[in-house]
Structures are given as structure tokens and as C-alpha cells.
């Protein structure tokens, strides 16, 4: 044991077998989340207090093995050799105890202080399935105690065989082992040669180690070249590929698929000795599944729940005014945005005595404040789109989601896991990419994870919109479906097919087969899912909040200075003699291919930060906002009245169908809107332009931190921001010179 007054506890199951409620139930509220060293795999751990004694349980990542597929699979193990826990708790799912003894027994062949929990045997009674508890313990040599994660029923006992394995305090070998048939012979050979290796063995069970290498494990190849403590590691390693070598000529066969085999053959022997099958009517799932799971169907049951989903998350965050509270504000994104633009910025100013019109004023309201501000506005909807998809992982119905759409995303390197966060950061518009990244850790093949973060950023999250209908409204106001459709099409295609080149080239591996249980139909605990979304929630405040902090300060720092030296110089002029303005200037040279001009280049770079700041910054570059001459102003909004009333009259007329200006842009966007469309410079074929380089460039910010975080690697970040705006570039300048060939 570590201390005599402390016991380390490790949580080890397959996925959806409920272990994250059993976690729950044991640790309470006393619980921390943080990251794996080196990986993006999520590590929980949490404690409870029993006889004076703190118990220290680690909820290990869902894992089908413990070989070294995944990060999941390799943390998992390399957490239960390297740390040693006095206990470890396998959650096994009652309903499916053949699949589920896969993992027990890789577990038992460890050698390592094991506790069966036997999980959701309400489920299983009410299929009409027995299981003869003591029988089951007879074939495994563990304990086995019965529990229903839902009703919080059957922990007080698992506590007490948890403190009475401790007791116990020993890793002493048992002579529990699986026949492997025709490999036995060389298995006995390979364990003889390791258990004369005296500080291998002090660790590490000699069967286990002599499995791993007929399996061709790189682990387990690992682990004795660098605890042999001896020079004659390559030797042993030799012998051993040589046996499977010889093994392999002989049989036809290789050992893996044996020891697979074989391992299933025992699990299936130990059901029918433990478990017995009542008749049972057809349960209501398996009607559900011919629905949910069918080719067609499916994809139709999909497509509605997402909508439904993501409609809901929305509109509880922004969408409905619902909150009853004062402010001025009626939504939760609307109480955030109330607090950081108009109760903090007076607080302030009475506490620091700013200057109006001074830098530290700018610096705290424009930079600190606003770039704060600019990130908890996102939580209300992290909060609610993880609170739903929560609901929908814990019910059992994301793993259908996932078989259902799997075959059509493997054409393009991805797999159905991938749909939901593309679906997320924006694939049926308006959603966000920050939380569709964030919500890949659901995802267990890293190289699958790693090209769905990469190929999000092209869809069309919520920041783009306001783009989208400025332009549209501009230039396409009699084609506004044809042109959303179209790009909706297009982000969708751009991302399949960027996700198919970025595996043959940056992302080059293997595409790893997906291994999915379809897990009960069940009713989510409220607490698991309400803790989910705080967690969640949480992690962005926390790790992606400074991050983005520090950027936005940058790009204030960027289109603040340098100051001019006459105080009366009007926003539109300093703003092109800033550090961004003169960015601007200077890639005008090549932007001018894709027909922007310096002032676009600064609308874009804006960009950088949140793409709904473009339209703030054309605003301000064309002079819409702060115009100091009244005549033009009054000049401006007569134009605009004209043309709102001359769409007003076609849609009258059946020409157009809805009036955008009024319904998508304020006053502010109308203006710009008529602005842009009689700007000299400005067409259609630019306007397309830059909807496609908007659409394609650059992620925000914010999904750029989250990136880098997700992946645990800076270089992940840059590629998604040099691929993803050279390929908008390249597009941009395609369209812009093709149609001026042809126009």
C-alpha cells in the first residue's frame, strides 16, 4: 500500500458499461478532472473516507483490451503496471457477460488485486437473464458483487470488498490462467526463460509478459528491454519471434488470432455455466434498433435527433427569451454578454479612475474585458449542446449513430464517431467549433480524432453567419437559398475531401477497424449528466480561457497602435495606419488576385479572432459606423430605405421570397449591405469570393487554443490554420479569375 491510511483504487471497464456512474456513487462530489501526461485522454479521479481511511479511486479510460491500439488502452495499462493500485474494480455489464470477460481476463492474467462489479443486473432481471453469482466467482478467483448503477444499489458491499482486498495487500501470483491449446507448449517456454530475469519478474507476471510477445505486442517487447536490467534483452526477444515465427509456418495460423479465440472460447464456457436465459418477449430496444440501425431509416432518425439537439442547445442558450431576470437580458448568452459589456466595463472605471479615450481604458474594455467576455459567452452554449449529447451518449443512442453513419464516412479516412462533432461545429449551420472539437475525446482511434479536429473548422459554425447574410443580402438577395445551399454543399464536400488528403499526406496511417458495443437502451442519471456538462463547461473556462485572453490582447495591441498623434483622426484612419492596417497594406500585392483590397485584409485578419468581427470591422473600414458628416449619414439611410422598399415591392411581386435585410441585419448590416453594393470595386464574383475564402480560412481564435490543447501539439494548430487558408486562398483567387476570364 502507499501510506497505511490511503488505498488507490483504479475504475477499469468497457465503454458504456456504466462505470462512470459506479465512479459517481463512490466518490460523490469529490471529484477532479485533468488531463493524462503527454495525451488528450481525460483522467478523473475522486475519493471517499472509510475507518479513517481515504480511499483514492481512478476512473481509467473505457477500454475493450489492453493492448496498445489506443491511448485509451495504453494509458489504462500502463496506469495499473506502473502505479500499482491495491485494488482494481472491473465494471462488467450483466446483460453482456461474454463480451465483457474479454477484459476480465486480461485483467486476471495480471496478476493484480481484482474486485468484479457486476453491473446493471436490474437490466438483466428484467430480460429475464440469472446469473449464479458463486459459480462466477468459482471460475474467476475474484470476488463478484452485484450492483445497479441507476438505484445506487450493491455499493456498500463493493466498498467493503474493496477494503477487505486492500487488506489483504498482496500481488502475490495465483494460478489462474487460460489453456491456450497449441501455443502452451511454447507459452511455458518463453514464461521459463522470463522468470529467471529476477527484477523483471518482481514486477511484471511472466505469463502475461510471454502472452504479450506471442501477440507481438510493442508494449510488452518495451517492457522487458527496459526492466531485464541485463544485456541479454535482445536474445530473449529474438527467441521469441522466432517461436512465433515458427509457430505461424506450421499452423497457418498466428498466435494473436489463437489467444483471441481461445479467450472466448473460456468466456463463452463460463456463460453457460453462470448464466440462464428465461423467455422473453422481444424488448422494445430491439424494436427501436430496426429502426435507429437501419441503412435508411437511420440516417433519417439521425438528421432529426441532431436537429432537435442542437435546435434545443441553441435556442435554450440564445434563441428563446426565457430567463426572467432583470439586466435587460433574457437568455444566458445574453446574461453573459450583459455582464462583460455592461456591468463590468463602469465597475472599472469607478475602481481604476480610467480616462475616457486613454490606452489603459482601451487596454481593459477593449482588449482584457471584451477578450474575457468574448469566451464565457460561449460556455451557456458548451453548457447545453454537452448537457443534450450528454443525454444522448448515456441513453445508448450516439453508438447507433455512429454504426449508422460509419460506411459512408470510411470513403474519406473518417468514421461514423466523426459525424457528430462535424454536425456540431456547424454541418447544418449555426453551430460552434470550439465544443465540436472538444466533443472528438469521445473518439478512440487517435488518427480518426486527429482528422475530424482538422476538417471541423470548414464547417459553418454561428460566428460565420452574420458574414454570410451581410453579403448575401448584398449580392445574392434573389438567390439567398440556392447560395446557402451551396455552401452548406461545399463546406461539406471541402471537408470529406480534405480529410482523404490530409490522411495520405500529414495524418498517414492505417485507418484502425472501429470496435462498437451497442449498449442498453437506459434513462440517464441527471447527476452524470449535469456533472458531464459542468466538467466540460469548466475545461473551457479554464485551460482555453487564458489562451484566448492573451490572443485577443495581441489584437488589440494590433489595430490600436500606433496612436496617431492628432486625437480627432476619425476610427476609419487609424485604423489604416495601425500595425493591421499596414498588414493590410502590404498584402494587398497578393489578396488583389482574390480581388480584396487592404481594407478587406483587415476585416479578415479580424477574422482571425472571431469571424463575426469581419462585419464589425467593414462597418468601421467603410464608414458605416461613427460617420461624422450628417448629410452622409442622411444620405446613406435614404439609399437604404430605397432599396429595403424597392425588395419589398419585388417580394410582393413573387421575386423574392423573404426580406433578409430586415430579418438577418440590423440597421448598422442594411446600411453596410447597400454600402457594399455600391462600392466601387465591389460585384457578385468578389462577394462569392470572399463568401468561400470566409467559409474555408483560418479557424477563430478560440477553436484554434481548443486545437492545440485537444491534440497536445502546437504543430496540429498551425497545420489546420496554413492548409485551411492556402486552400481558401486558392480557392478565392480560382473563382475571382475565372470569373473575371469569363465575365
Given at each position: 500500500m502507499h501510506e497505511h491510511h490511503e488505498i488507490l483504487v483504479a475504475l477499469v471497464g468497457q465503454p458504456n458499461s456504466g462505470k462512470s456512474t459506479v465512479f459517481n456513487h463512490l466518490t460523490g462530489l469529490n471529484q477532479t478532472t485533468a488531463n493524462y501526461p503527454g495525451v488528450t485522454v481525460a483522467k478523473k479521479s475522486g475519493h471517499y473516507h472509510d475507518d479513517k481511511r481515504r480511499i483514492e479511486v481512478v476512473d481509467l479510460p473505457g477500454t475493450y483490451s489492453l493492448t496498445s491500439y489506443s491511448q485509451e488502452e495504453r494509458v489504462t495499462r500502463d496506469f495499473l503496471l506502473l502505479e500499482r493500485?491495491?485494488?482494481?474494480?472491473?465494471?462488467?455489464?450483466?446483460?453482456?457477460?461474454?463480451?465483457?470477460?474479454?477484459?476480465?481476463?486480461?485483467?486476471?492474467?495480471?496478476?493484480?488485486?481484482?474486485v468484479v462489479c457486476l453491473n446493471m443486473m436490474d437490466i438483466a432481471e428484467r430480460r429475464g437473464i440469472q446469473l449464479n453469482l458463486a459459480a462466477l466467482e468459482k471460475e474467476l478467483g475474484v470476488p463478484?458483487?452485484?450492483?445497479?448503477?441507476?438505484?445506487?444499489?450493491?455499493?456498500?458491499?463493493?466498498?467493503?470488498?474493496?477494503?477487505?482486498?486492500?487488506?489483504?495487500?498482496?500481488?502475490?501470483?495465483?494460478?489462474?490462467?487460460?489453456?491456450?491449446?497449441?501455443?502452451?507448449?511454447?507459452?511455458?517456454?518463453i514464461e521459463a526463460s522470463l522468470a529467471k530475469k529476477e527484477h523483471l519478474v518482481e514486477d511484471f507476471s511472466p505469463r502475461w509478459l510471454a502472452v504479450k510477445l506471442l501477440e507481438n505486442d510493442r508494449e510488452g517487447r518495451r517492457i522487458i528491454q527496459h526492466h531485464t536490467h541485463d544485456d541479454d534483452w535482445e536474445t530473449l526477444l529474438e527467441q521469441a519471434a522466432e517461436k512465433l515465427r515458427r509457430y505461424e509456418t506450421e499452423t497457418g495460423d498466428s498466435p494473436r488470432k489463437t489467444i483471441a479465440?481461445?479467450?472466448?472460447?473460456?468466456?463463452?464456457?463460463?456463460?453457460?455455466?453462470?448464466?440462464?436465459?428465461?423467455?422473453?418477449?422481444?424488448?422494445?430496444?430491439?424494436?427501436?434498433?430496426?429502426?435507429?440501425?437501419?441503412?435508411?431509416?437511420?440516417?433519417?432518425?439521425?438528421?432529426?435527433?441532431?436537429?432537435?439537439?442542437?435546435?434545443?442547445a441553441f435556442n435554450i442558450a440564445d434563441g428563446w427569451d426565457w430567463v426572467p431576470w432583470f439586466g435587460g437580458w433574457t437568455s444566458p448568452v445574453g446574461a453573459c454578454e450583459w455582464v462583460f459589456s455592461d456591468a463590468l466595463p463602469p465597475i472599472f472605471d469607478s475602481w481604476l479612475r480610467l480616462e475616457e479615450g486613454s490606452d489603459l481604458k482601451s487596454l481593459i474594455d477593449d482588449g482584457i474585458?471584451?477578450?474575457?467576455?468574448?469566451?464565457?459567452?460561449?460556455v451557456p452554449v458548451i453548457f447545453f449542446i454537452f448537457l443534450f449529447l450528454s443525454f444522448l451518449e448515456q441513453s445508448g443512442y450516439i453508438a447507433r449513430v455512429v454504426v449508422v453513419l460509419d460506411r459512408w464516412m470510411r470513403y474519406f479516412g473518417l468514421h461514423g464517431q466523426s459525424v457528430l462533432p462535424l454536425i456540431l461545429g456547424g454541418g447544418i449551420v449555426g453551430g460552434c467549433a470550439v465544443p465540436a472539437v472538444m466533443a472528438t475525446r469521445t473518439m478512440r482511434e487517435p488518427r480518426e480524432r486527429l482528422l475530424t479536429i482538422l476538417v471541423i473548422p470548414f464547417m459553418n459554425c454561428g460566428a460565420k453567419i452574420p458574414v454570410y447574410a451581410l453579403l448575401i443580402s448584398a449580392f445574392f438577395f434573389s438567390y439567398k437559398s440556392v447560395v446557402m445551399t451551396a455552401i452548406v454543399f461545399l463546406s461539406w464536400s471541402l471537408a470529406l475531401l480534405s480529410a482523404w488528403v490530409l490522411g495520405k499526406t500529414f495524418v498517414r496511417g492505417t485507418p484502425t477497424p472501429m470496435i462498437i458495443e451497442l449498449p442498453?437502451?437506459?434513462?440517464?442519471?441527471?447527476?452524470?449528466?449535469?456533472?458531464?456538462?459542468?466538467?466540460?463547461?469548466?475545461w473551457f473556462v479554464k485551460k482555453a480561457g487564458t489562451i484566448i485572453l492573451m490572443v485577443n490582447v495581441f489584437l488589440w495591441v494590433m489595430m490600436y497602435y500606433p496612436r496617431p498623434a492628432d486625437p480627432n483622426t476619425d476610427a476609419k484612419t487609424q485604423l489604416a495606419n495601425s500595425y493591421a492596417g499596414q498588414l493590410g497594406h502590404a498584402m494587398s500585392p497578393v489578396s488583389q488576385y482574390a480581388g480584396f483590397g487592404w481594407r478587406d485584409n483587415v476585416a479578415l485578419i479580424g477574422g482571425f479572432a472571431a469571424k463575426e468581427v469581419i462585419v464589425s470591422s467593414l462597418s468601421t473600414i467603410y464608414g458605416i459606423e461613427g460617420a461624422d458628416e450628417e448629410n452622409a449619414e442622411e444620405a446613406e439611410e435614404a439609399k437604404t430605405e430605397e432599396v429595403v422598399e424597392g425588395q419589398a415591392a419585388k417580394a410582393e411581386e413573387g421575386q423574392i421570397a423573404e426580406d433578409v435585410d430586415?430579418?438577418?441585419?440590423?440597421?448598422?448590416?442594411?446600411?453596410?449591405a447597400v454600402k457594399l453594393r455600391t462600392e466601387e470595386g465591389w460585384s457578385p464574383l468578389k462577394a462569392f469570393a470572399m463568401l468561400l475564402f470566409v467559409m474555408v480560412y483560418a479557424p477563430c481564435f478560440p477553436t484554434c487554443a481548443v486545437i492545440w490543447k485537444e491534440t497536445g501539439a502546437v504543430k496540429y494548430m498551425l497545420l489546420s490554420v496554413v492548409y485551411s487558408t492556402t486552400l481558401a486562398f486558392v480557392l478565392a483567387v480560382a473563382v475571382f479569375q475565372i470569373g473575371c476570364l469569363l465575365g
Open positions: 493500485p491495491e485494488v482494481v474494480v472491473v465494471i462488467v455489464d450483466a446483460v453482456s457477460l461474454r463480451r465483457h470477460l474479454y477484459l476480465v481476463f486480461q485483467l486476471l492474467e495480471l496478476q493484480i488485486p481484482l463478484v458483487v452485484p450492483t445497479v448503477g441507476r438505484k445506487g444499489e450493491g455499493f456498500e458491499q463493493l466498498r467493503q470488498q474493496i477494503n477487505k482486498v486492500a487488506a489483504e495487500n498482496t500481488h502475490a501470483p495465483t494460478d489462474w490462467k487460460i489453456d491456450y491449446g497449441p501455443l502452451e507448449g511454447i507459452l511455458v517456454e479465440h481461445r479467450r472466448n472460447e473460456k468466456a463463452a464456457a463460463i456463460e453457460r455455466i453462470v448464466v440462464q436465459r428465461g423467455k422473453t418477449p422481444v424488448r422494445n430496444s430491439d424494436r427501436i434498433d430496426r429502426v435507429a440501425c437501419h441503412p435508411i431509416g437511420g440516417l433519417l432518425c439521425v438528421a432529426a435527433v441532431m436537429l432537435l439537439t442542437f435546435e434545443l474585458v471584451a477578450g474575457v467576455g468574448g469566451v464565457v459567452v460561449f442498453t437502451y437506459q434513462v440517464p442519471q441527471i447527476s452524470d449528466v449535469l456533472g458531464t456538462a459542468c466538467r466540460q463547461s469548466w430586415t430579418e438577418e441585419l440590423d440597421e448598422s448590416g442594411q446600411r453596410l
